[in-house]
Nanobody
Framework: VQLQASGGGLVQAGGSLRLSCAAS????????MGWFRQAPGKEREFVLA????????YYADSVKGRFTISRDNAKNTVYLQMNSLKPEDTAVYYC????????????????WGQGTEVTVSS
């Protein structure tokens, strides 16, 4: 399975950006999927994740109310909608897929995508 993240870029504080993560190799419609980020000089951190049907969603406190995750299982794609962006959201964002949302929540995943860089200017 390959995960291809895209949609990163430069945005001003307060702006919005939508990241996409397209999976290939097999369908991930039954997998939990999530997003992580790694800021310069920091460790990778959990951002949010959802079960295959979106019935359970976990958020990091820092993004709650601003970021949402959605997925189009027909397209084997998951999205990260980021609103009200802050300079501290600047990071490389990674998507991940695993059979267990509990594993994703603690940073463990079977599949990882390459990162897409998001820069938020003040």
């Amino acid at each position: 399975v390959q995960l291809q993240a895209s949609g990163g870029g430069l945005v001003q504080a307060g702006g919005s950006l939508r990241l996409s993560c397209a999976a290939s190799g097999r369908t991930l419609s039954s997998d939990a999927m999530g997003w992580f980020r790694q800021a310069p000089g920091k460790e990778r951190e959990f951002v949010l994740a959802s079960t295959w049907n979106g019935g359970i969603v976990y958020y990091a406190d820092s993004v709650k109310g601003r970021f949402t995750i959605s997925r189009d299982n027909a397209k084997n794609t998951v999205y990260l909608q980021m609103n009200s962006l802050k300079p501290e959201d600047t990071a490389v964002y990674y998507c991940a897929a695993d059979g267990s949302i509990a594993r994703l929540r603690v940073g463990v995943s079977k599949y990882w995508g390459q990162g897409t860089e998001v820069t938020v200017s003040s």
